[in-house]
């Protein structure tokens, strides 16, 4: 004899994951791999390039040191980036030519 189905049943079987995965494209490990290999692939200027974080008046004084070693007018020095971190600390970018050509 043929079994009768619960006509409110469905035909197939509904599953859920139990726990979501990450995707590997957004896993921190792999968000950085790719960011280094942007940075990687960027166009290379000729300029050199050195990040400071120093406390307010330490910040000023390696600036105004570095402009001391590298005039402007010789190695095209300049802060090309700056921005205040916690702590009255300083974050910043030098950047310079090489040589003074």
């Known amino acids: 004899m043929a079994r009768q189905r619960d006509s409110l049943r469905a ?4 599953t859920l994951p139990l726990r979501r995965i990450m995707s590997t494209s957004r896993r921190p490990a792999d968000i950085a791999r790719r960011s280094a290999k942007a940075l990687r692939a960027r166009p290379r200027d000729a300029f050199r390039r050195e990040t ?3 406390p307010r008046e330490q910040a000023r004084e390696k600036a105004r040191e570095i402009f001391r070693r590298f005039p402007k007018a010789a190695y095209m020095t300049e802060i090309e980036s700056w921005r205040e971190l916690p702590g009255d600390r300083i974050e910043f ?3 310079r030519l090489p040589s003074a050509d």
């Open 11 to 14: 035909p197939f079987r509904i």
């Open 52 to 54: 400071f974080a120093l």
């Open 93 to 95: 970018t030098m950047r």
